[in-house]
């Protein structure tokens, strides 16, 4: 079965970027949609955008300013990158596949927090 | 964006009970609703999707239902491994959002 691991930098300086990857076992970056989803702490949900190995894209209009996403077949693996990052970006990063296209989410990495802090 | 609203935000069960809880689309979403479960310090976990349809693994205990702005997910008898928080989510148009969860404590 498909399984998703987080993996990029616990800690990250207010203004700089955060850089996170999702590297997929059991299974193709090819067959799946891909989104990042982030909980910060005691909060709720938030759906970050998804990208297809295709390169298309779906961002959160509320992040889509400072968000890119990508994917590296070579290293089955799907990327996000998040610029300009101030205390609010403070969350766990989640990664998610969707199969179907129709936007449910399963499976799940394990998630990473990620502190911006000076 | 369409809004997602879950009540109650939390209720108390004891093992054995039904409880339901509610999911409120701000737009009808037709049966573009999924639910998750989501217990302390994990990820969240895949239960229904389509509104009703259960995920492969989910216990037969655990019931989606509605379409259209409300929705519905039923346990009819709580174990203690489902003391968590449920999360609703719309997948009708992007960006997909969340409802902001229903815990399920004793």
């Known amino acids: 079965q498909v399984q998703l691991q987080e993996s990029g930098p616990g800690l990250v300086k207010p203004s700089e970027t955060l850089s996170l990857t999702c590297t997929v076992s059991?299974?193709?970056?090819?067959?799946?949609?891909w989104s990042w989803i982030r909980q910060a702490a005691g909060k709720g949900l938030e759906w970050i955008g998804r990208?297809?190995?295709?390169?298309?894209?779906n961002y959160n209009p509320s992040l889509k300013s400072r968000v890119t996403m990508s994917v590296d077949t070579s290293n089955n693996q799907f990327s996000v990158k998040l610029t300009s990052v101030t205390a609010a970006d403070t969350a766990m990063y989640y990664c998610?596949?969707?199969?179907?296209?129709?936007?449910?989410?399963?499976?799940w990495g394990q998630g990473t927090p990620v502190t911006v802090s000076s | 964006d369409i809004q997602m609203t879950q009540s109650p935000s939390s209720l108390s069960a004891s093992v054995g009970d039904r409880v339901t809880m509610i999911c409120r689309a701000s737009?009808?979403?037709?049966?573009?609703l999924n639910w998750y479960q989501q217990i302390s310090g994990k990820a969240p976990k895949l239960l229904i999707y389509?509104?009703?349809t259960l995920q492969s693994g989910v216990p037969s205990r655990f019931t989606g239902s509605g379409s259209g702005t409300d929705f519905a997910l039923t346990i009819s008898s709580l174990q203690p491994e489902d003391f968590a928080i449920y999360y609703c989510?719309?997948?009708?148009?992007?960006?997909?959002?969340f409802g902001q969860g229903t815990k399920v404590e004793i």
């Open positions: 998610a596949g969707d199969r179907t296209n129709d936007g449910w989410f399963e499976p």
């Open positions: 059991g299974g193709s970056v090819n067959t799946y949609y």
């Open positions: 990208i297809h190995s295709g390169g298309s894209t």
């Open positions: 737009q009808s979403i037709r049966t573009y």
């Open positions: 389509g509104a009703s």
């Open positions: 989510q719309q997948s009708y148009s992007t960006p997909w959002t």
